[in-house]
């Protein structure tokens, strides 16, 4: 089983819907979780990152961790052609250890 | 410019070949790492380097070995290549701090082991 999980999709949506993007871990170590974009043919780049249970947001996008549950969530409000992309989890169990990533979800934002 | 460059950006090699692909970086960070990244799979880390003089092998560092000429330089290698070593490679940089590193990637390497 992998230490983290993360649906392939692809999700598609039409513009202006709300996007869903989630992962489930299982070791309770990690402390940090982050949420990166991929675009095609491109490098990860990081979006957010949050550090225990809780909500964050960030314009347009909202993490939220539920370290009970083991659950990571990404939330894309008001959804944008431009937002299609991979979406990666990613996580760590403490500050300058290596990161743990899901595999991704491919997301597609039709206009 | 960009920040993390990688050369070069698609290989084609035939199983058996040694290789080498290339990281360079104008951050001026100190921590630098090779991924390689298979559908489905995610990131996965094959070595990493926190300065020149430190080298770790990551969670499939098996059939790879890396070398860090300067603190800007970090190269990966493919000593006898294999069909299934044919993935996406990403190099990566950050910069230590108290807090979580944000690691910044470059534009990857598409390897084909034929």
């Known amino acids: 089983q992998k230490e983290v999980e993360q649906d392939p999709g692809p999700l598609s949506v039409p513009e202006g819907a709300i996007v869903s ?10 402390q ?20 225990s249970s809780g909500n964050k947001e960030d314009g347009r996008f909202t993490a939220q961790v539920d370290k009970s549950s083991k659950y990571i969530s990404l939330f894309i409000r008001d959804s944008q052609p431009s937002d299609s992309a991979t979406y990666l989890c990613a996580m760590i169990k403490a500050a300058g250890n ?3 990533f899901g595999g991704g979800t491919r997301v597609l934002v039709k206009p | 410019d960009a920040d993390v460059t990688q050369t070069p950006r698609n290989r084609i ?11 360079s970086q104008t951050k001026g960070h100190d921590r630098m ?17 926190f300065d020149v003089k430190d080298i770790n092998k990551g969670e499939i560092s098996d059939g790879y070995s890396v070398s860090r000429q300067a603190q800007a330089k970090f190269s990966l290698s493919l000593e006898s290549a294999i069909p ?6 990403f190099c990566a940089t950050s910069v230590s701090s108290g807090r979580v590193d944000e690691q910044f990637f470059g534009p990857g390497t598409r390897l084909t082991v034929l």
């Open chain 1, 21 to 30: 993007l989630n992962c489930t871990y299982s070791n309770s170590a990690f």
């Open chain 1, 32 to 51: 940090y979780f982050m949420w990166y974009r991929q675009y095609s043919r491109k490098g990860p780049e990081l979006l957010m990152y949050t550090y």
């Open chain 1, 98 to 100: 290596k990161l743990t």
């Open chain 2, 13 to 23: 090699t035939k199983t058996g070949k040694r290789i080498m692909l290339e990281c």
């Open chain 2, 33 to 49: 790492y090779w991924y390689r990244q298979d559908p489905g799979l995610g990131l996965r880390l094959i070595y990493y380097s």
């Open chain 2, 84 to 89: 299934n070593q044919t993935a996406l490679y």
